[in-house]
Every structure is written in C-alpha cells, then in structure tokens.
C-alpha cells in the first residue's frame, strides 16, 4: 500500500534535521493518547504504560529513516507500539522467573489497586477473562472491543489477514462468554 502524499510531505518534515523537532511534537501530540490507551490495554499497568509508550516514540524517532512507507505512518507507529508493549511484558516475565500469563494475571490484581482505573468489578472480571487468552486472541479482542480498530487497521498493525482476526476475535468473544458465565 503506498502512503498518501500528505503523509509523504509529513515524513519528510520529520526525516529533515531542520523541520523535524517541530514535525515530532506534532506527531507525539497526534499519537500520545490513543497510544496511551492502545499500550495501557496490553500492559494494564498506568506506570508501566509510560514507560512503554516512552520507548515507543524513541523507537518511532530513531527508526525514522528507515520508514518505507510500505504501510501507513499509523499502522508502523502502532506496529512498534505493540511490538514494545509484548517485549516489555516478555522481559518482566523472564526478570521474575515467570510466564507471559503470570506477568498478565499479576498486573489484572493490581488493577484494584491502581488509582488510574476506572473499571467496576465487571471490567475486572473482564480483565481477567480476556488475562487467560492467547496473546493472539487478547491483542485482537482488545483493539477491536475496546479501540473499536477496524480489520484492515489490525491487519496491518499485526500483519496477519483480515480473515484470521475475525477468526480470533470470535474464538476470544466465545471464551470470555464462558469465562463470564462460569466465574
């Protein structure tokens, strides 16, 4: 898919050393709150979203130059957004000797406890039921449910078909349907 030209005009802002201070502000005033938001739902923790979506836009600045522009600037972005958010989550895990699903559960149990979220006690036994789905399944059901992010955003975020992420976000909708009727 070939960017559009404003796009393109806005790359180069960023690309160029005179323009791409100001050019960056812009861009992390675009981005700043739906990543927040997108990085928060993997991660779940408000400190640890900071940190995420931190190294996401030194990640985003300094890979620049080697933006191809083989996809739009928002699927890349929200691509290194994700990408950012699994490995830190990867790299809590190994740090404590334990699973990616374990690092999940322990964030949902800090949930109550964080002054940053808003849930009742449904939102956390939905939290819970999406914690016990394959990575896969909750990065597709929490784009989807709660960003309301189109397939054809997700499958360029993700790089998997449209077809497999309808077919994960049943598989997720019908687990959690049976997690929130047995629990």
Do not use: C
């Not at 800090?110 to 939102?123: A, C, H, K, R, T």
């Amino acid at each position: 898919m070939l960017i559009l030209q404003e796009e393109k005009l806005f790359i180069e802002t960023l690309i160029n050393p005179k323009t791409q201070n100001v050019a960056f502000k812009q861009l992390v005033q675009q981005y700043q709150k739906p990543l927040y938001f997108h990085i928060r739902n993997i991660v779940l923790n408000h400190d640890d979203t900071d940190d995420v979506l931190q190294n996401t836009f030194i990640k985003v600045f300094s890979n620049l130059k080697n933006f191809k522009g083989e996809s739009k600037l928002y699927s890349w972005i929200y691509r290194i957004a994700t990408n950012e958010s699994l490995t830190f989550i990867e790299q809590r895990a190994r740090k404590q000797g334990i699973s990616n699903e374990e690092v999940q559960q322990k964030a949902i149990m800090n949930l109550e406890s964080d002054v940053y979220f808003e849930g009742d006690e449904i939102q956390l036994k939905l939290q819970k039921a999406i914690a016990i789905l394959p990575e896969k399944q909750q990065l597709v059901f929490k784009m989807k449910y709660f960003q309301e992010m189109k397939y054809e955003n997700m499958s360029e975020i993700l790089d998997t078909s449209v077809g497999a992420l309808k077919a994960n976000y049943h598989h997720a909708v019908k687990k959690i349907e049976e997690y929130l009727k047995t629990n």
